[in-house]
């Protein structure tokens, strides 16, 4: 189990936990070992995640021309 960040209003940290602990399908939110998902892993080689891996959450996602990040308000922020 990780330690949680501290955080400041100025602070941006970023937390980066195991693909091991992924619970739940960044992409359509379902949990991630029920179900077949080829076509959420074969969309996510083009679109950034959209729920967070960890807790479900849907995150809010900004896409630039040099990539994408997404933020979830539990787990902090990733990019791509």
């Known amino acids: 189990m990780s330690t949680p960040a501290t955080r400041c209003e100025d602070d941006v940290t970023e937390l980066v936990e195991p693909a091991a602990a992924q619970?739940?399908?960044?992409?359509?939110?379902e949990p991630a070992g029920a179900g077949a998902h080829a076509a959420c892993r074969a969309a996510r080689e083009l679109e950034p995640p959209r729920f967070?891996?960890?807790?479900?959450?849907?995150?809010?996602?900004?896409?630039?021309?040099?990539?994408?990040?997404a933020v979830c308000v539990e787990h902090g922020e990733i990019r791509g």
């Open 52 to 69: 967070c891996a960890h807790c479900r959450r849907r995150m809010k996602v900004q896409v630039v021309p040099a990539g994408w990040s």
């Open 23 to 29: 619970l739940w399908c960044d992409r359509c939110g």
